[in-house]
Nanobody
Framework: QVQLVESGGGLVQPGGSLRLSCRIS????????MAWYRQTPKEEREYVAY???????DYAPFVEGRFTISRDNAKNMVYLQLTNLKPEDTAVYYC?????????????WGQGTQVTVSP
């Protein structure tokens, strides 16, 4: 009954890049608005970006043009391309179905994927 599966994280140097992937188990994926979030052990989960069924996109201010969200409806996948990474980007990254600010569809989150940015 795993509905959200994230992958693609890793250890990179500052300025490096990663491509995160998220697979969603749903027969109606194409109508979902999908979002990425991130979290450190000391912080609350933080909104990063979303993409609508019509591929309208939104990013949190801290992204500063460095990340790109995209989707592939044929594969039930959503992606987050991370570039020019900073140490402050270190976190576990999660995906979910975006309903509105502060609210997601799936109450049980996936395991997430760890992004570590360090010299």
């Amino acid at each position: 009954q795993v509905q959200l599966v994230e992958s693609g994280g890793g250890l990179v140097q500052p300025g490096g890049s990663l491509r995160l992937s998220c697979r969603i188990s749903s027969d109606i994926f194409s109508v979902y608005q999908m979002a990425w979030y991130r979290q450190t052990p000391k912080e609350e989960r933080e909104y990063v970006a979303y993409i609508t069924s019509g591929e309208m996109k939104d990013y949190a201010p801290f992204v500063e043009g460095r990340f790109t969200i995209s989707r592939d409806n044929a594969k039930n996948m959503v992606y987050l391309q991370l570039t020019n990474l900073k140490p402050e980007d270190t976190a576990v990254y999660y995906c979910n179905v975006w309903l509105r600010r502060g609210e997601v569809l799936f109450k049980s989150w996936g395991q997430g994927t760890q992004v570590t940015v360090s010299p």
